[in-house]
């Protein structure tokens, strides 16, 4: 009777991990329609940002975020998402960082993570202005203080 019992808890335990890493692994072909036509929109945009005129010190940044997010889908893809706050940014790069093979590295997800955060900052001006102004004043405060961290960190570099 208690090994029934015992390895019923087994067969839940390995179905639950199961639900788990099936969810994890999520392809592109099992999202919903809806979901796949708002992404599908933003891979037809420009595949590459012209970062002739940020500092020169983003370029590695810059490198590293065209090497690691094209191995799934285009560059167009976040290029063009209407991801835009430092908030959002850190949120979602840490969602494609632990996708199982992302071969990417918490400080390599931290320089892409400043890259977008920068290039959304003025790529991106009127869309992160009206996130802002939709924000409650605690979120604001917090994603204002990460613009300023990453244009302290790199302006004039
Ligand atoms: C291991 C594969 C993989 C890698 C590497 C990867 N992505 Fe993704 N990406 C996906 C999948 C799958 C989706 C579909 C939605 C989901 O699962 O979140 C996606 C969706 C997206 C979206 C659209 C999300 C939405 O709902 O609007 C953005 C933006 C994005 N990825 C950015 C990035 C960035 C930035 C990187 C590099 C840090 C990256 N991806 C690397 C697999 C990957």
């Given at each position: 009777m208690k090994n029934i019992v015992t390895s019923r808890k087994l067969l839940f335990a390995a179905m639950a991990l199961a639900l788990v890493w099936a969810g994890a692994a999520?392809?592109?072909?099992?999202?919903d329609a809806a979901t796949k036509a708002r992404i599908d929109a933003f891979e037809k945009g420009p595949a590459s940002i012209d970062i002739s005129k940020y500092p020169s010190a983003l370029k590695d940044n810059y490198d590293l975020f065209s090497q690691k997010c094209t191995?799934?889908?285009?560059?167009s893809r976040p290029i063009n998402s209407d991801y835009a706050l430092p908030s959002e940014w850190s949120r979602y790069v840490k969602r494609m960082m632990r996708k199982?093979?992302?071969?990417?590295s918490s400080s390599e997800a931290k320089q892409i993570y400043e890259f977008l955060a920068y290039d959304s900052s003025v790529r991106k001006k009127a869309a992160v202005d009206a996130k802002l102004a939709a924000a409650t004043p605690e979120d604001r405060a917090a994603d204002e203080a990460k613009i300023k961290e990453v244009h302290d960190k790199y302006d004039g570099k």
């Amino acid at each position: 009777m208690k090994n029934i019992v015992t390895s019923r808890k087994l067969l839940f335990a390995a179905m639950a991990l199961a639900l788990v890493w099936a969810g994890a692994a999520r392809a592109d072909d099992q999202m919903d329609a809806a979901t796949k036509a708002r992404i599908d929109a933003f891979e037809k945009g420009p595949a590459s940002i012209d970062i002739s005129k940020y500092p020169s010190a983003l370029k590695d940044n810059y490198d590293l975020f065209s090497q690691k997010c094209t191995q799934c889908h285009k560059l167009s893809r976040p290029i063009n998402s209407d991801y835009a706050l430092p908030s959002e940014w850190s949120r979602y790069v840490k969602r494609m960082m632990r996708k199982p093979g992302s071969g990417i590295s918490s400080s390599e997800a931290k320089q892409i993570y400043e890259f977008l955060a920068y290039d959304s900052s003025v790529r991106k001006k009127a869309a992160v202005d009206a996130k802002l102004a939709a924000a409650t004043p605690e979120d604001r405060a917090a994603d204002e203080a990460k613009i300023k961290e990453v244009h302290d960190k790199y302006d004039g570099k």
